[in-house]
């Protein structure tokens, strides 16, 4: 997911159960107060990693050796979310945590996994159901540090069968995981030092390979769906468990005029379920239409929820422009959803 392209995009636009699990969380009192499986969905994605967007210091969003996140405005955030009326938070890890398989990945500062088990137990405490992300994507797995240039090679794929099944023990068999698998096209890299695209057969058995590693761990993969935008077929092979978030935060929900709004359409025509997902990253109206639009033309069945994505990092002077993403979440459910 990056922001530099996103905000292209926008520009040029212009001119997420398993009931066995479940019952022995809840018996353990892990999901007391988690919201049930059957509820919608109502999200924000938070950062608490931050190398996902690039690989030089001339980045949009250079590297760091040193966790970022503020853990005050973390504490602040997921707590207004809960008072907000938000059952989900979707945490964006990367190398913010010190994974017992593979500590080589962890920065300065970053979070050891008692702390990470300690904030979970913490955030589902509040009613909120905490889901782990780890973007895939050759876009933007930064975050893997050497392991980001050995893609599809043995050392690449047990490393991430490792983080994934460690991720699901430390969140304790989530609903869901993100693997994020968006924008790896040379497009979006062709600003980065190191650029890598996996294509045609091979981008299909790396998918596989990581819905598989979801399988093995009882979480459902939930994927970024824009690799559909370009590959119609997508749709014809994809497994129908995974959980899919098209996203779009502009303003024309005409399908006919926007083929981001009418992949909307085209995942509930084949079948998926979707967690459809919006975005103040440049405006404050587009998380309102999107629960609007997926409301009045989805199935109600298939139509899991949203996810709010702010795109801005969990720094102080991101302070005001998360606060209003999730304002923007609860305003459109109590308008659309009462």
């Known amino acids: 997911m990056t922001r530099t392209t996103r905000r292209n995009f926008l520009r040029a636009g ?30 924000v994605l938070l950062h608490l990693g931050h190398n996902m967007w690039g690989d030089c210091p001339s980045a949009y969003t250079p590297p760091v050796d ?13 707590e207004l979310s809960a008072k907000s009326g938000l059952n989900m938070i979707v945490v ?46 050759a876009c ?22 490792d983080l994934i099944k460690e991720v699901s023990e430390i969140f304790d068999k ?18 980065l030092e190191y650029v890598v695209v996996r294509q045609k057969e091979l981008w299909k058995k790396d ?3 990581f819905i598989e590693e979801c399988d093995k761990n009882g979480v459902r993969p939930w994927i970024w ?26 303003k024309d929900f005409n399908p006919e005029s926007c083929n981001y709004v009418k992949y909307y ?20 109206d587009n998380f309102g239409m999107t629960v609007e639009f997926a409301r009045d033309n989805l199935q109600k069945e298939k139509l899991l929820g949203f996810l709010q994505t702010p795109w801005h990092f969990t720094h102080p002077e991101d302070h005001e422009h998360n606060t209003r993403s999730i304002k923007q979440v609860q305003e459109a459910k109590e308008k659309y959803y009462k």
């Not at 009931?19 to 999200?43: D, E, H, K, V, Y």
Request: charged share 25%; with cysteine; proline share 6%.
């Open 92 to 137: 964006d890890l990367g190398e913010a945590i010190q994974y017992k398989s593979h500590p080589e990945l962890a920065i300065e500062g970053a979070w050891t996994v008692e702390k990470l088990r300690e904030d979970i137990e913490r955030m589902r405490k509040l009613g909120l159901e905490p889901i782990p992300k780890l973007n895939f994507s």
């Open 265 to 284: 359409l085209d995942l509930d025509k084949a079948g998926f379920d979707q967690v459809p997902t919006g975005s103040n990253w440049n405006n404050d």
């Open 225 to 250: 769906a824009d690799y559909g935008w370009n590959h119609p077929e997508f749709l014809e092979w994809a497994p129908k468990n995974v959980l899919m978030s098209n996203w779009y935060y502009g």
């Open 207 to 209: 998918f596989l390979f």
């Open 174 to 191: 989530p609903r869901f995981f993100h693997l994020g698998y968006d924008e790896e096209t040379y497009g979006h890299q062709e600003t």
């Open 14 to 43: 212009a001119a997420l159960a398993t009931t066995p699990i479940l019952s022995a969380l809840a018996s353990a009192n892990l999901f007391a107060q988690a919201p049930a499986n059957n509820s919608m969905i109502w999200g």
């Open 66 to 78: 040193r966790l970022t996140c503020d853990e005050k405005l973390w504490d602040e955030l997921t």
């Open 140 to 161: 933007h797995d930064f975050w893997l540090g050497e392991y980001a240039r050995m893609l599809s090679t043995k050392p690449y794929y047990k490393v991430c069968a």
